[in-house]
């Protein structure tokens, strides 16, 4: 069965700290894996997108890798905001639409002054 | 205009009663979906239209029925619910293509459905 784990599940910085939040997975074949915000109550937007070949990317303040080898990846933010406070969910894709894609559980981020 | 709209967005209702959960997109996207996402969960597809057909139904149970009435509209109508039922169920679309991921979804910000 497909899976994807994050970790931690929650976590609580100071604002203006780094953080890196980790998402495992076992989903195979694989088409490419996004990392999302979710504010309570809203639905998730998507921070980026990663295929198989792409080790990082970019979106202002978040940064997120990925290993296919070792079937990781993981999302930095720098500086972070009170506006960061949210889920953070990843998703990873097989080949074959939407109904091939397996959400993991987020972590919940809380950002204090 | 990037925006999903959900409508209503907070909804109690009987398990006797019917109602209906509504979302718009004018983005021009031609695949549409529902969630359902309980608590500290993550979300659950429901149906999947793709030029307003009926493309995937992920074993839902009848007395939840969706309907697409044209490119831009997604409707779920909801009857004789149960009390386990209760979820924020999220509308999502997607630009073109049911078989690719790599077309961004973009959420609405979800119904709040409790049913007592």
């Known amino acids: 069965k497909n899976q994807v784990e994050q970790s931690p599940q929650s976590l609580i910085i100071l604002e203006g700290k780094n953080c890196t939040l980790q998402c495992n997975y076992t989903v195979s074949p694989f088409s490419n894996l996004r990392w999302y915000k979710q504010d309570t109550g809203r639905g998730p937007v998507s921070l980026t997108i990663m295929t198989f070949s792409e080790n990082t990317k970019s979106n202002g303040r978040y940064t997120a890798t990925l290993d296919a080898d070792t079937k990781q990846s993981s999302l930095h933010i720098t500086a972070s905001q009170l506006s960061d406070s949210a889920s953070y969910i990843c998703v990873v894709s097989a080949p074959g639409g939407y109904q091939k894609v397996t959400f993991g559980i987020g972590t919940k981020l809380q950002v204090i002054p | 205009d990037t925006e999903v709209t959900q409508t209503p967005k907070h909804l109690v209702m009987g398990m006797t009663n019917k109602k209906s959960l509504k979302c718009e997109q004018h983005?021009?996207?031609?695949?549409m979906y529902w969630y359902k996402q309980k608590a500290k969960k993550p979300p659950e597809l429901m149906f999947v239209?793709?030029?307003?057909?009926?493309?995937i139904n992920e074993s839902v149970p009848s007395r939840f029925s969706p309907e697409c009435p044209n490119s831009s509209l997604l409707n779920l109508h909801l009857h004789a619910l149960q009390p386990e039922d209760s979820a924020l169920y999220l509308c999502?679309?997607?630009?073109?293509?049911?078989?690719?991921?790599?077309?961004?979804?973009?959420f609405g910000p979800g119904t709040r459905l409790t049913v007592t």
């Open positions: 239209y793709s030029y307003e057909k009926l493309s």
């Open positions: 983005m021009g996207h031609r695949a």
């Open positions: 999502a679309s997607s630009q073109d293509s049911l078989q690719n991921t790599f077309y961004e979804q973009y």
